[in-house]
């Protein structure tokens, strides 16, 4: 090959046979180093494989020091622990629970399972997290509790929302399964509301294949959260206590991978800030229609399941996001859409049958999810949000360089990309 025809094939998008930009690969994950593998093997040859064992004992107190807070209670994984932490802020059936519009359907799941009703509110366009207007506007004398998810790469507005919550008496669980490790004025994510909610499971940034905690200040609230996941037991285990409680245990080998992810962690999230910040950097300096979202400067710590982007659609000469998406993904660029999608468009929630909750419900009480429209919230997932999910945020600066050189030529060719949907 010619250097001229090297170099048009290097210039010309993917997406029309040109040479692919990204090369290199994003590192493994999930990752666990020989000190987990050698632990493993000795919880399996010490017969002592949960009930509350060492390893949950160490890793429970290790990551109450690290959010924050006085306790930590680790259950069987991400959604159990909004179950058991809605309940030990005293949430009952009928109550009122509300919840943004985009987030995993397990948050919306959680609340319907203890016998609520979710009320689904609008987010913000930039973090988007649940914004703090649509939930003051969807108080009821019947609500009960609040559950800002902390989504991808930002997180919540935690002074307007814990304000709202506090005026009108609303108990707040935050949900944390993005973001172990994100700090709010210097204050961990999930130490802010009355209880945080962590999942654990094995794309998140602290994994153990499946998994979860419930972190909390306060000690009752902690008692019940034990004797929630312990079935009535308190948590000396010496006694039976008089509270209704389920088996959702964590198990030792689960908390063998959590005790070394967690002292990885630290390092992890450092590294992911720093690839997040050299790729907001490139793509202010390149223009064009994405760019990272604004980091609000209350947060003094951002933990990243994502990192948060947006797509100007005014700015995309006719591109729309979806078709951008595709001439990056062609480069190998891992820049994609938001993986949730609006949570009333859940098959689950929309489920009028008797293995659901959703057809008990209280008619006269209730949302109607089928006819619901969330404006901000189906802006975001059909036309301007954008995400980088963890993983390639551990990559090398060469590997990030490759993902802005991507987009660099995608945005160069943005001709290229008309013609080829055109066509
Ligand atoms: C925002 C959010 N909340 C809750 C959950 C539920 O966690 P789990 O899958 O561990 O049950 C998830 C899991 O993906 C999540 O993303």
Redesign the pocket.
Known sequence: MTQATERKQRNELALSGGAQTVDLSPPAWPVASEKEVERMAEVVRSGKWSWFGPHERAFCEDYAAFIGTKHCAAMA????T?QCGLQAVGVTPGDEVIVPGL??V??AQ?ALDVGANVVLVDIDPETLCLDPAAFEAAITPRTKAVIP?H?YGCMCDMDAIMSIAKKHGIKVVE?V??QQGSRWRDQGAGAIGDVG?Y???Q??VLASG???AVTCDDSEIYETLFSLKQVGWQSDLSTPGNRYGHNYRITEMQCVLLRGGLERLPAQTARREESVARIATGLAEMGGPLRAVRRDPRVTRQAH?AMTLFFDPDLAEGITRNQYIAALKAEGCPAGSSSYHPVYRSPLLNLYHSTSPVPFRNPDDVQDYASLRLPVTERAVADTAMIIMQTHLLGTDAYIDQILAAIEKVNGNMDGVRSHFAG
Do not use: I
Not at 77 to 80: A, D, E, L, Q, R
């Open positions: 994984n991400g959604t159990v909004l987030t995993w397990a948050t959680a998810v989504l949900d399964a993005h909610s999942s654990f499971q794309s998140k499946e998994g979860g399941y």
